[in-house]
């Protein structure tokens, strides 16, 4: 059983664009965490919500803490080459879970093309 | 001065035989982790360790032994390597043990089982 859903699973746009990627599950997270993977490397974190409803943003990207603390959204303005990569979010402490132990979504695959 | 680093990069390798993968961190961080990461990109934990302790250790065949000599190198041993064992595997490390801490990746080791 898969706990968090990510959706697109690959998205394409062009240079300038504006894109969400969304991060969805029915169980409660005490904390989210997304991450960006680029290709021949392992993933780095990007940010970390542990308040429902909370928004954060690192330059152009949003982040989004549902107010129920179940799902996330990340948002990108005026997408770059540069954001290319796997966007991999995973939740801590979710009900019956563990706070040692992050589970992580399947990924939305991000391609900026000039 | 890579904070993360694991050996080999690379590793194919033929079904049945046995193998290492080395993780070192110079973090000074008291947590390491092993995950698995397979060819739909989906990322789960299989072992961590705290001071040299076994704190998580998820369902994972008993031919995976994880060894931790110190705190900095959390080493992964597999025995009877089978084609399902084929994926990419990433070392982290963080300096507590619960999901409040920011994870560090290293770069993976690619195994191939032919």
């Known amino acids: 059983t898969q706990l968090l859903e990510q959706s697109p699973q690959f998205l394409s746009i062009q240079e300038g664009e504006n894109l969400t990627v969304y991060c969805n599950s029915s169980?409660?997270?005490?904390?989210l965490q997304w991450y960006r993977q680029e290709p021949g490397e392992g993933p780095v974190l990007l940010v970390t919500?542990?308040?429902?409803?909370e928004v954060k943003k690192l330059k152009r990207l949003t982040f989004q803490f549902g107010d129920a603390r179940k799902d996330s959204s990340l948002h990108i303005t005026a997408a770059q080459t540069g954001d290319t990569g796997l966007y991999l979010c995973a939740g801590g402490g979710d009900s019956g879970g563990s706070n040692y132990k992050l589970t992580f979504g399947k990924g939305t695959l991000l391609t900026v093309n000039p | 001065d890579t904070a993360v680093s694991q050996t080999p990069k690379y590793l194919v390798t033929q079904m049945g035989n046995d193998k290492s993968i080395k993780c070192e961190q110079n973090l000074g961080h008291d947590t390491m982790y092993w995950y698995k990461q397979d060819s739909k990109k989906f990322l789960k934990i299989m072992f961590s360790y705290n001071n040299k302790e076994l704190i998580i250790n998820e369902t994972v065949p008993n031919r995976f032994s994880p060894k931790s000599p110190d705190k900095a190198h959390l080493n992964l041993h597999i025995n009877s390597l089978e084609l399902g064992d084929s994926a990419v595997y990433f070392c982290a490390s963080s300096l507590g043990g619960t999901i409040d801490y920011e994870q560090y990746f290293g770069p993976g080791t690619r195994l191939t089982v032919t």
């Open positions: 919500v542990v308040t429902g409803g």
């Open positions: 169980s409660v997270f005490s904390s």
